[in-house]
């Protein structure tokens, strides 16, 4: 275990070894204080900001950069809802899992091509009451349905004619098609085959 502060230039420093070393990176340090918008301090919403964003930043762009090198690699994002949905009392919070989710959907698109792939959990509530790893799923059950969100590579289908492009121009037609190309962007090559649209429908009714 290599214990630290994930905000000292020094600490990571003396880590980077250890980096070289890693297959699968998991961030998973996060923040939060409740309290009115008002109520908070500049230095309540950096320290947020610090550990909950530039942390992950520093620490994922130290270990891809070993990543790329090998041409191999996983790094994972665990978010929370907070990054889809916003809470009362929680601005500040949710303003940082808002912006982790989008510096984790831009990184995927620039690890393209280099053998690395990024996956993206946002984290709900409820204690796991069971759960059971079948191949590269985990399938579970929890006590409160509110178990939150995960966001998978290949979501939404191209279109029929294998694009994201859209003959119609209006509003909804391009927010579609710009949905497609987003999860389009996000399939790996050579992984087509395991994008989510893909699956069966059982398969993509329980996820």
């Known amino acids: 275990m290599l214990a630290g502060d994930l905000n000292d230039a020094a600490y990571l420093d003396r880590i980077d070894a250890d980096l070289a070393r890693c297959d699968v990176f998991i961030n998973n340090a996060g923040v ?4 009115p918008l008002m109520d908070l301090s500049d230095d309540d ?18 270990v ?10 996983h790094i994972v994002f665990m978010s929370s809802i907070a990054a889809r949905e916003v809470y ?22 620039e690890l393209q091509g280099f053998g690395i792939k990024v996956t993206e959990y946002m984290v709900g509530f409820g204690p796991t009451v069971w759960s059971r790893l079948k ?31 859209s003959m119609s121009t209006g ?17 790996v090559p050579g992984e087509e085959d395991r ?13």
């Open 88 to 109: 009362r009392l929680a601005s500040g919070y949710c303003a940082t899992k808002h912006a982790l989710s989008a510096f984790a959907r831009s990184f995927r698109l």
């Open 64 to 73: 891809a950069r070993h990543m790329v090198a090998r041409q191999r690699g």
């Open 195 to 207: 994008a989510f649209y893909r699956h069966p429908v059982h398969q993509r009714m329980i996820v």
């Open 45 to 62: 919403i950096a320290w947020m900001f610090q550990t909950n964003v530039m942390a992950a930043v520093r620490l994922t762009r130290r």
């Open 135 to 165: 191949g590269e799923t985990r399938y579970g059950l929890k006590a409160i349905p509110l178990g939150g969100y995960i966001r998978m590579v290949g979501m939404l289908p191209p279109a029929p004619d294998g694009t994201s492009r």
């Open 32 to 35: 939060l204080r409740y309290a």
């Open 171 to 187: 509003r909804f037609a391009t927010m579609v098609a710009d949905a497609r190309r987003q999860s389009l962007e996000e399939v």
